[in-house]
């Protein structure tokens, strides 16, 4: 209740003091249009305890440039008879924008690296609107003019800000819902109230009623960031991850949009930073968009590696292993020795899984696939968990004394880690299927038929060995050369 009272309580009280106030209407209403922002500064500030810095962080430090500017005017106007704002002011009011910005247009989930170059843009946008700033009130011819241009400056400054703020909620997720409806709700109703100050109120002096025009965007965000009731029930946008995506790609263009525009402003009062800015808008969104290029190269490069690694065990998966089947089945005229298969199976696996459970059942399959990788060191050869608790190795240019060597390592090293089974001898322990393909060989599906011959031969035979199955019809013999009587020789 506190907290929704908030708006009229503030409202109600700088009211009260214009009303009350007399001469010193003025003093205290510049009191009132500083205290507003440096509290929905700090409500800000507050809210980041909750939901962390960011969006919050630079929002609230945004309140507080505006805020630094307004005290800056309130000196100016109360102890120095300035009727503007003076040059101080101007840029604190100037600089609220670009935290804005960059909370805006920064993606939070991008690496440091991406980040770290939209904080050099934001800046140096920052530093471009001090350049403009500085110019408009040295160059101008009179007040008006300097007015004048300063009113369109801020209008497109509050326009960016408020149109992507309005973007930003139309694409926004459950988790950050309530952060991009409080900047939405203050960027509209600011871009609104500045508009109307600056533009119909612009001649008239602080300690009016108007005043109270200014305080509501700020009363407003305070309300949002302390956390008002209205926050109940938002949730995720209709469409959000197609437009969050579209939103994403196009989002950076804010910061890199608004030095352009700055600098085409600047065109006819200093060109050289004109073009300056030009060039690190160019530079900068060209550098920014190499790092996510690098960012989404090392993000394919690691999906790929993981749709070929099985998730329990750590090791090749099925896909994985029918994809270097089919390259080493390919090229096995181009290698020396034979093309050997390997296919594991853990003896009473489901003896093991009903009396352990599958959670240990889980750790013996990853220990086995563990010590299988480890017998096939060559880096041509592949160990992969082909499905349930059975495994598949591939050995290319091996003769097959050699294959059956590393096969039985195989058997003995599973054997030798001593892991209590469910079943047999009381250990956990593999049976090996192995088939050997030449270079002549033609039928794939016949050499991978001959290993699983070969694993269930060992299973017959008793578990815990290793059998070779020499596959029928693997090789295309040739027709026999016909003698000159018409037989074969």
């Not at 505006?66 to 009011?93: C, N, P």
């Not at 935290?99 to 800046?123: C, M, N, Q, Y």
């Not at 369109?152 to 960016?160: K, Q, R, S, V």
Request: glycine share 8%.
């Amino acid at each position: 209740m506190v907290t929704a009272a908030l708006p009229i309580v503030f409202l109600t009280g700088h009211a009260g003091s214009l009303a009350l106030a007399g001469r010193g209407q003025t003093a205290g209403s510049f009191a009132w249009l500083i205290a507003a922002p440096v509290l929905a500064g700090l409500a800000c500030l507050w809210r980041t305890r909750r939901d962390g810095p960011e969006g919050w962080l630079p929002l609230g430090a945004a309140m507080l440039f505006w805020a630094g500017g307004m005290a800056s005017t309130m000196v100016a106007t109360l102890f120095f008879d300035i009727v503007r704002e003076d040059q101080l002011s101007m840029l604190l009011y100037v600089l609220y924008g670009v935290p804005l910005i960059f909370a805006l247009a920064s993606p939070e989930d991008e690496k440091w690296s991406v980040r770290l170059v939209d904080g050099l843009l934001a800046a140096a946008l920052g530093y471009l609107y001090y350049i403009h700033v500085t110019a408009l009130i040295a160059a101008a011819a009179t007040p008006q003019k300097t007015l004048q241009a300063l009113q369109i400056m801020f209008d497109i400054e509050n326009l960016y800000i408020a149109l992507f703020a309005i973007i930003r909620f139309s694409a926004r997720n459950r988790g950050r819902a309530e952060f991009f409806r409080a900047i939405a709700v203050y960027a509209v109703v600011y871009l609104f109230s500045a508009a109307y100050i600056n533009h119909f109120e612009a001649e008239g002096t602080y300690g009016r009623w108007p005043d109270l025009l200014i305080d509501l965007p700020f009363v407003l965000l305070a309300w949002h960031a302390l956390g008002a009731g209205y926050r109940l029930g938002l949730g995720e946008a209709p469409n959000a991850p197609a437009r969050a995506r579209i939103v994403r790609a196009g989002g950076p263009l804010l910061i890199p949009a608004s030095l352009l525009t700055v600098s085409v402003l600047l065109v006819s009062r200093d060109p050289v930073m004109a073009i300056t800015g030009c060039v690190i808008a160019s530079l900068g969104y060209g550098l920014r968009t190499m790092l996510v290029q690098i960012r989404n190269f090392e993000e394919q490069d690691e999906l790929t590696r993981l749709s070929h690694v099985d998730g329990l065990t750590g090791i090749a998966n099925r896909r994985r292993f029918d994809e270097v089947l089919v390259r080493e089945w390919a090229r096995r005229r181009q290698t020396t020795g034979q093309l050997a298969l390997l296919m594991i199976d853990i003896d009473h696996f489901k003896q093991l899984n009903d009396r352990f459970g599958h959670a240990v059942g889980d750790d013996r399959l990853r220990c086995v696939a563990a010590v299988l990788a480890g017998c096939a060191r060559r880096e041509a050869d592949l160990v992969a968990r082909y499905g349930g608790e059975e495994f598949a190795a591939i050995l290319s240019g091996i003769e097959p004394q050699d294959a059956i060597a590393i096969a039985e390592r195989m058997r003995t090293s599973v054997e030798a880690l001593c892991l209590t089974s469910g079943a047999g001898s009381g250990v956990v322990t593999v049976s090996i299927g192995l088939a050997c393909a030449q270079a002549l060989d033609t039928d794939m599906a016949a050499f991978v038929t001959a290993a699983d011959a070969a694993l269930y031969e060992a299973k017959r035979s008793g578990r815990n060995r290793v059998s070779r199955r020499t596959a029928t019809l693997l090789r295309a013999v040739e027709a026999p050369a016909a003698s000159n009587d018409g037989r074969a020789a």
